[in-house]
């Protein structure tokens, strides 16, 4: 298979803890990299790897991931994380990269 | 530090081929990386167009494969993309960004600001 799924949308308290999943065959041979994006802005890569961060990152968001599942965590949530975010990773031929349809993220 | 800066013509026809550019700073593309074309329609998700290793190595999305050509030229440090047969389907925001390629993944680490390109006649 050749998709990634994500949920849509997802809301978390201020200051509370947020999973995002991202689904896919794919997954289980390669990793997801995951991108945040707000509003008329690009996209801008916050993990990728194992577990490797930008600089600039913060360490409030990580990743895991289970079989063909991956899932970032963003650990007190904060008002600038309110954002699209998107997992890629390649397909399950490896020579193609496919990205999930997005998660939007509401900071309540 | 490395900077990707796109150019397109905005505004194209129906069945015409725009040649949009991404033009990069701060790295030669020779010296390694892959790079590549990402697009997103207004409202939408993010779909990956194509990359290509300075080496010669390319890779096309295999739904857009038979209308997609990415060109290179290292002399000016940019590379372009070429998409056929445009239609209104085609009209979103063309991002171009580098790519950290690995046995276990594919990253983009660097993304220009992306060019609107409207496709209506």
């Known amino acids: 298979s050749s998709e990634l799924t994500q949920d849509p949308a997802v809301s978390v308290a201020l200051g509370q803890t947020v999973r995002i999943t991202c689904q896919g065959d794919?997954?289980?041979?390669?990793?997801a990299s995951w991108y945040q994006q707000k509003p008329g802005q690009a996209p801008v890569l916050v993990i990728y790897g194992k577990n490797d961060r930008p600089a600039g990152i913060p360490d409030r968001f990580f990743v895991s991931s289970s079989g063909n599942t991956a899932s970032l965590t963003i650990t007190g949530a904060q008002a600038e994380d309110e954002a699209d975010y998107y997992c890629n990773s390649r397909d399950s031929s490896g020579n193609h990269v496919v990205f999930g349809g997005g998660t939007k993220v509401t900071v309540l | 530090q490395v900077q990707l800066q796109e150019s397109g013509p905005g505004l194209v026809k129906p069945s015409e081929t725009p040649s949009l550019t991404c033009a990069v700073s701060?790295?030669?593309?020779?010296?390694?990386?892959?790079w590549g074309w990402i697009r997103q329609p207004p409202g939408k998700g993010l779909e990956w167009i194509g990359s290509?290793?300075?080496?010669?190595?390319?890779y096309y999305n295999p739904s857009l494969k038979s209308r997609v050509t990415i060109l290179v030229d290292t002399s000016k440090n940019q590379f372009s993309l070429k998409l056929t047969s445009m239609t209104a389907a085609d009209t979103a925001v063309y991002y171009c960004a580098r790519v950290m390629t690995t046995v276990t993944d594919s990253a983009f680490d660097i993304w220009g600001q992306g060019t609107l390109v409207t496709v209506s006649s």
């Open positions: 794919s997954l289980r041979s390669y990793y």
């Open positions: 290509f290793y300075h080496s010669g190595s390319t």
């Open positions: 701060g790295y030669s593309i020779s010296s390694g990386y892959y």
